[in-house]
């Protein structure tokens, strides 16, 4: 088991942030993103708590040991699953990997919460597991590398959507002051 | 907007995209604010819960159909399937406990 965690702000406040989510795709900075799909999603009437299910596809180079123990590919997918409350101004956003999850699984979670009116607290915590008993120098390489594959992706997602907030606000802002 | 797993349903999907961000760009800062007291919570997130199904509603029911068709194309289905089983996660899960970079 491989442990992952960070936490950090952003400049911006939380609904801004929020808005942002749903922007951060496509990227050049996360480039291994290709597709993003809803497969489902409900607006509770009662608490306004919007519940969202989506299926991401990544491609991402895999070592080639790994692709021939596990019958993996290039193409990976993650179910992700998002909670924006708006009454306790939380986000919440599990994903998991579908790709090779008979092997092992890389379950994420991200939480987006005020700091103040104009910051936002960005959290993030990862486990890593393989999942059955394998050849133990093969899960541990596994984990290992599937580790590696986070804590890249988790540096390109910040950069990334940094650069999204700071273009979708500045763009937003530019086009008031003109109208 | 990132497109679909399957290129015939990037137009539906970016039709619903645009639709649920208009729809939730709207909802968010009003629902913040209606949060102040449960019977106003109740009453906003009622109206704009019906108000997303009628403006959304339907391109949401052609392009779900598009991609339940490409999640069992791409032999994603029993994955999928597996993974609602074994974590439903209908309800949002207790925040990570991370609060803030610790110092060890």
Redesign the interface.
Known sequence: MHFF????DYEHPW?HV??GM??K??NPKCSH???????D?S?????????T?R?L?CKQKTPTWIVKLFGGSEDA?V?E?S?????T??A?I?S?N??L?QFATCYE???Y?PLSTSRT?F???AEIQARMTLWRTASDGLEKWLVQRFEQNAHLGKLGFTDVLRTLWEERQMQRAHS | ?????SPE?TPL?LE??AC??AW??G???P??A??ASTAQ??A???R???E?QEKCGKV?ES??LC??K??KD?G?EA??Q???DE?P?????P???????SSS
């Open positions: 965690s960070q936490a950090f609904s929020v808005i749903w922007h795709y496509p993103v290709i597709s993003i799909d809803v497969v999603r607006v509770d009437p009662k608490t306004g708590i919007i519940r299910e299926v596809g997918f179910r699953i909670f924006v409350d708006p009454a101004q939380n919440t599990t998991v579908l790709s999850s979670r991200i939480q919460s607290q959290s993030q915590t | 907007m990132a497109h679909s797993l349903c999907k619903y995209d649920f961000n939730f760009e909802y968010l800062e629902a913040v209606a949060s919570r109740e906003y997130s009622h704009k819960a019906a997303f949401w392009y779900r991609v339940q490409a999640v791409k994603l994955l999928l597996q993974a609602r974590n996660l209908t309800e949002a899960p925040p990570p406990s991370t609060a803030g970079k």
